[in-house]
């Protein structure tokens, strides 16, 4: 079993950043993918960024190639994200999740979830 613990979040003005951090509790933190999700109008939470188990490869959603960058740290059993140049429209609960299924960008192939973070960026 994998526990979550999001963390990094907070009021911010538009174009600054933020670090969120997701420390994770459990054995074999390296063989899961995790994932960052935010709400968003029409569905329950929507895909941000995903990393592998190992961190060779990520996947970012359009909103946020170029701005977010995710990372992970195993020795830590915490990944990170680094989110630049924030906007209003990035206002939200941000949560991290776990999955076994590699680079899942969908929700429902998540399994382990933190209880999230709320980052406000104001204009």
């Given at each position: 079993q994998?526990?979550?613990v999001?963390s990094?979040?907070?009021?911010?003005?538009?174009g600054g950043s933020?670090?969120?951090?997701?420390?994770a509790?459990?054995p074999?933190?390296?063989?899961y993918?995790?994932?960052?999700?935010?709400?968003?109008?029409?569905?329950?939470?929507?895909?941000?960024?995903a990393?592998s188990?190992?961190?060779?490869?990520?996947?970012?959603?359009d909103?946020v190639?170029?701005?977010?960058t995710?990372?992970?740290?195993?020795?830590?059993?915490?990944v990170?994200?680094?989110m630049?140049?924030?906007?209003p429209e990035?206002?939200?609960?941000y949560?991290?999740?776990?999955?076994r299924?590699w680079?899942?960008?969908?929700?429902?192939?998540?399994?382990?979830?933190?209880?999230g973070?709320?980052?406000t960026?104001?204009?």
């Amino acid at each position: 079993q994998v526990q979550l613990v999001e963390s990094g979040g907070g009021l911010v003005q538009a174009g600054g950043s933020l670090r969120l951090s997701c420390a994770a509790s459990g054995p074999t933190f390296s063989s899961y993918t995790v994932a960052w999700f935010r709400p968003a109008p029409g569905k329950e939470r929507e895909f941000v960024s995903a990393i592998s188990g190992r961190g060779g490869s990520t996947s970012y959603a359009d909103s946020v190639k170029g701005r977010f960058t995710i990372s992970r740290d195993n020795a830590k059993s915490t990944v990170y994200l680094q989110m630049n140049s924030l906007k209003p429209e990035d206002t939200a609960v941000y949560y991290c999740a776990a999955s076994r299924r590699w680079l899942a960008m969908t929700q429902d192939s998540y399994y382990y979830w933190g209880r999230g973070t709320q980052v406000t960026v104001s204009s």
